[in-house]
């Protein structure tokens, strides 16, 4: 697709208002210049008000958003992406993802990729990709639209649930892999396991698991409000783990999901 997804971004779920404003232009200010949101986080006017605030350049700041659910068939994909493009104050996304497969199959997969991807040869975005895509529902996305117009499978991953299937699934197809919910909704820094290798390193937690994860090739989206922990997340691309160290987070694999809504597919 000739586009590279900037391996750490900001992600702003569960973030409104001018929490997610001032979170989006803090991060920018700080030097992200990559920034996820979704039409279901309801926060695309915020992201857009912090876009516009920060006076920097378009291309300099990789923009992602996702499709919900209740715009997956194939007439209602690009009035949606219009109406985002609209609130976030842009002419075009950089990544455009299906948020999560339709409920029920009541979408097909290839409709709504059909459609996404209609929208990237309208100009709506540079590329295209999906978020919560198992094994199964990757390889309709494939048969669909070819494995090299999907840019990435947004996943939940972290230390706790390696999702190691559907990772190694899309990295073999070539599909980049973007991990969601890094931190674990903050797990990563009661763990003893990550808390003792920070402390060997003079780093913290959070950046010891996102290291971990950046150094498998995944793109790495956490949040915060705080400054502080937007700086110091934004400093883990630095962080080299020592493959002991590497092997030690990998053995933390629980399968504990922490985002399973009740129209979530079968996991694999």
Do not use: C
Not at 106 to 122: D, K, T
């Amino acid at each position: 697709m000739g586009i590279t997804i900037p391996q750490i971004g900001l992600g702003t779920f569960r973030l409104t208002g001018t929490q997610a404003t001032d979170s989006v232009r803090t991060g920018l200010e700080l030097g992200y210049r990559h920034i996820d949101t979704a039409q279901i986080y309801g926060n695309e006017l915020d992201v857009g008000t912090a876009l516009r605030a920060s006076g920097i350049a378009r291309d300099n700041v990789f923009v992602t958003t996702k499709v919900w659910t209740e715009y997956l068939a194939g007439d209602r994909v690009i009035p949606s992406l219009k109406e985002s493009l609209r609130k976030l104050g842009l002419e075009r996304l950089d990544l455009a993802l299906i948020h999560w497969p339709s409920p029920g199959a009541a979408v097909p997969v290839a409709e709504s990729m059909a459609a996404l991807l209609e929208a990237r040869e309208q100009g709506l975005a540079r590329a295209i990709g999906v978020s919560n895509f198992t094994v199964p529902l990757m390889k309709e996305a494939i048969a669909a639209v070819g494995a090299g117009n999907i840019a990435t499978n947004q996943v939940e991953l972290h230390p706790f649930l390696q999702n190691r299937t559907v990772a190694a699934f899309a990295q073999a197809a070539g599909i980049h892999v973007t991990a969601y919910m890094p931190l674990a909704y903050g797990k990563v820094m009661a763990d003893p396991v990550i808390a003792a290798i920070a402390a060997r390193l003079d780093a913290t937690p959070a950046q010891v698991a996102l290291a971990w994860l950046m150094a498998k090739g995944y793109a790495v989206i956490p949040s915060s409000t705080r400054r502080g922990n937007l700086a110091s997340n934004l400093a883990a691309p630095g962080l080299r783990l020592a493959p002991e160290d590497s092997a030690a987070i990998d053995a933390l694999e629980r399968g504990e999901r922490l985002v399973s809504p009740d129209f979530a597919p079968r996991w694999d």
